[in-house]
């Protein structure tokens, strides 16, 4: 079996651009950018993730295949991540559709 190989000077990058990427992570926290905040923390975190998966996991050189199955994993999770906001979103509404709440003219309980 036969693999890419990958240099040690590429895997000490890498993990040196973890290292100052983590370290950012924690000196923004103690920066209020307001609504920001989360956007600039997931901006990092994501980037974070694809140096992991790309260089650490061998996606990068890895086959069709195994990139199509890690495609469709960030593909569900995005499904997922989009039913969980839809749901949160729609939490109460102040008005909602007619014929979705309780019914008026509904007959006392007995």
Partial sequence: MSGHVVS??????????????TGLTT?????DLGAYNTVVALAIA???MLLVVLFF????YSS?????????????LAIML????????T??????PNGWGPSISAPPNP
């Fill in 27 to 31: 000196g923004v926290a103690f920066i």
């Fill in 91 to 96: 939490r109460g509404l102040d008005n909602p």
């Fill in 57 to 60: 996991m061998h996606v990068r």
């Fill in 64 to 76: 069709g295949l195994t990139k199509i199955v890690v495609l469709a994993g960030f593909f569900w």
């Fill in 8 to 21: 040690v000077r590429l895997y000490v990058t890498i993990f040196l651009t973890l290292l100052v990427l």
């Fill in 46 to 48: 994501v980037l974070k």
């Fill in 82 to 89: 989009t039913f969980t906001m839809s749901d949160y979103f």
